[in-house]
């Protein structure tokens, strides 16, 4: 008997801090324990995120069916909006092993 998959959608919110003396950026998110992506700039960090998810989510078990990232338009209470932020928008499945 085969087993039904179950598709899991997932909202994570991504935050970029700024390291004083140096100026890396490092995107964070609480949605995600343990998630970071480092870079330079606002679009390394972007340009990186999706394979970032991809890889955290697969160490965790589960494969990543589709992803969306984008900017966040909306404010973040007590965030700098200088700083860019991020939505990822993630269709996940559970993964078992064979």
Known sequence: MQEKQTIEQKIIHIKTLVHKSTGALLAVSDDLKGF?????????????LETALRDHFELLGF??????????????AGFDRSLPAFTARASLEEKHAA
């Open 36 to 48: 970071m992506v480092a870079g330079k700039t606002h679009d390394e960090i972007e340009h990186k």
């Open 63 to 76: 494969a990543l069916i589709s992803i969306l990232v984008s900017s966040e338009e909306d404010e973040v």
